[in-house]
């Protein structure tokens, strides 16, 4: 069903074009039937549907659609595999199409600003150039199959502490290098059907109302085309947000909201072209959905199943390994930790996803090894163990490590801990946990027994209490509800541990670039850390850390080797690329995949920059003794930094590094690249300072032309001059005999200004 929009608009009232503008219910657009104008259905399902036919509501799950819950967007992350994303997004639109379910709400970009972020299990990185190709796959699988996505949460929405009062202020240099690029990466690469605002204020502004976000960035600088819908509940008040950009109020404040529109357009304050701008948006929208209706259709659970667990296999990082793993199929397993019998698989809040089935780590572990030994080891919910009950729990879990060969212990943060609606305010492990992990070592260290530690959590954790007692180290995430079959994959090593982190593991809270900054007080949040988050900010303070961006072992050995970068285009052209081929070489003994990572540095930029970034990736698996040659292309945006100023992105002529390696603390080759580009500087002006002036070559010349008739003035003098070189010149005309006077001063501004 096709809607003739123009017609439509033309025909609808003023009330109905008004309603349009809200939902008709918590998950369903505005109908208006007497013009044949159907409802369509939205759903929570970053990772997984959650659709509740009817009226529903925003957190339960009792209502909603059995599901295939996939791992979260923390674990799809650290595949670094675009065509897995793909593969999920895909799978994720025949799930909605056999629910009746035209758009996806989701996936979510926000960056991982700080650890503590109580929803970074919805989130995918704290680089936004990983970010942005990840949520691009995903959202191209989604809408491949003729179902909506909506990109979320725009923008700056970094922290659940007092999130939808929070007003988040952060420069614009911050906003446009990490927290808009990867919502601007899938927008132009994808064009999803909806993006949906943030409920924090950027800046003073409500995202719902702000133009600046909705109106100049995301439709004039991006060419958004579709729909913009609020979070839900994030219309404070709906005509400044309609004139803003909000298309559509979710869920609707029926008998508020649209009789505000109207009585706006009626009283004069709201043009009702603006409203009919935004109408047709939505009726484009419902005219998509409707053209690929799924109605009787149907999926496959079992392929689901099967790919929710290769994707869980394939977000397992392994962090430290000393000969544990693979487990020998032989060995003698004892399985302790209350995680592996009573899964914790997904996030709390709107992405719960009711599943299909689960495979826990026990059930898993006994279907692929056999009789594997049990002990719960420590209870879920935080409670002391120094009474009968703990120690009892203690003393069981000793028990079965004894007559065993290896001891597999799984510790995590239990549902409690992180969530939807609240922030953490630490990073460590429960205690009980980490005394069941103790005694189980202490009980292995007499018989030298290894002890393979499994992580199940959705944002990182401390593991300084962990690694003395870890002969191996792995974490898993929340792999969705095949997380126990696909952890067993790997631990067995019929799956090579590909997982390569997409946020850093501190030591500490305490080193976090955004410790003191987050999560702000008094209903603002500084930003205060700027552009250095993650592993951005560890890298200029040259911190240490117990896992760096990108890292990740494998159970065989690569190589890299022959790097060549070859660049193409110009500056001035907009189209400087950089292609960017390297050897890679698989020099085990097992088949395996590996991630190359391509970071950029500018050494010699004029303005502050980081040491260096992520611009470019490629997964690659090669059999043993293998060898392939990979190539990564950069664009011009991989050199850029974006000038307040100039109000646009550049490129500073001179020598760029490109870094090579398998993590952002690996990067064992390099090369450099030499790129021609125009002068980048501001505008000179009576208030640019005689540095500003005498570094440009016109600004000179001028400048020198007429102090004094062309001799130096006192202000030009060598010792003088780091003193008043950063004065504006219209302050040093105020005094007489250091530089021009207010006359010449204005003479020579013009001249510049008129020759440029």
Known sequence: MTLDVDDLLARLTLEEKAALTSGS??????????LGIPAIMVSDGPHGLRAQPGVGDHVGIGGSLPATCFPTASALASTWNPS???????????????????VVLGPGVNMKRSPLCGRNFEYFSEDPHLAGVLATAMVTGIQSLGVGTSLKHFAANNQETDRLRVDARVDERTLREIYLP???????????WTVMCAYNKVNGLSASAN??????VLREDWGFEGVVVSDWGAVYDRVPALLAGLDLEMPPALGRSPEAVVTAVRDGGLDESVLDDRVARVLRLVSRATEAAGAGETFDLDAHHALARAAAAESVVLLTNNGSLPLDPSARVALVGELARTPRFQGAGSSQVNPTRVDSVLDAAREVLGEVAFAPGYPLEDRPTADADGAALLDEARAVVRDADVAVVVVGLPASHESEGFDRTHLDLPREQLEALRAVAEEAGSTATPVVVVLVNGSVVRVDEVLPHASALVE???????AGSGLLDVLTGRVDPSGRLAETMPLRLEDDPSFLNFPGDSQVVTYGEGRYIGYRGYDKADRQVA???????????FELSDLVVGTTGAVEDDDLAATVAVRVTNTGQRAGATVVQCYVADPEASVDREVRTLQGFAKVTLEPGASEVVEIVLDQRAFSWWSVQLDRWVVEAGRFVVAVGQHSRDLALTAEVHVDAPRVAPPLTRDSTLHEWLADPLGRELVTAAVAGGEPGAAMDDELLPVVG???????????????GHDALDAVAAEWTARH
Not at 547 to 557: C, E, I, K
């Open 25 to 34: 219910s918590f998950w369903y657009t505005a109908p208006v039937e007497r």
């Open 84 to 102: 897995t994303l793909r593969r999920v997004g895909e799978a994720l639109a025949r799930e909605a199409r056999a629910s009746n379910v035209s």
């Open 182 to 192: 990867a919502f601007e990466k899938v927008v132009t690469s994808a064009q999803p």
């Open 211 to 216: 133009p600046w976000l909705l109106t100049t």
């Open 476 to 482: 898993a995430w929340l792999g969705g509800q095949a």
């Open 547 to 557: 896992f760096p961006f990108g890292f990740g072992l494998s159970y065989t050995d």
């Open 726 to 740: 950063t004065m504006p010149m219209s302050t040093l005309a105020n005094f007489g005999g250091l530089s021009l």
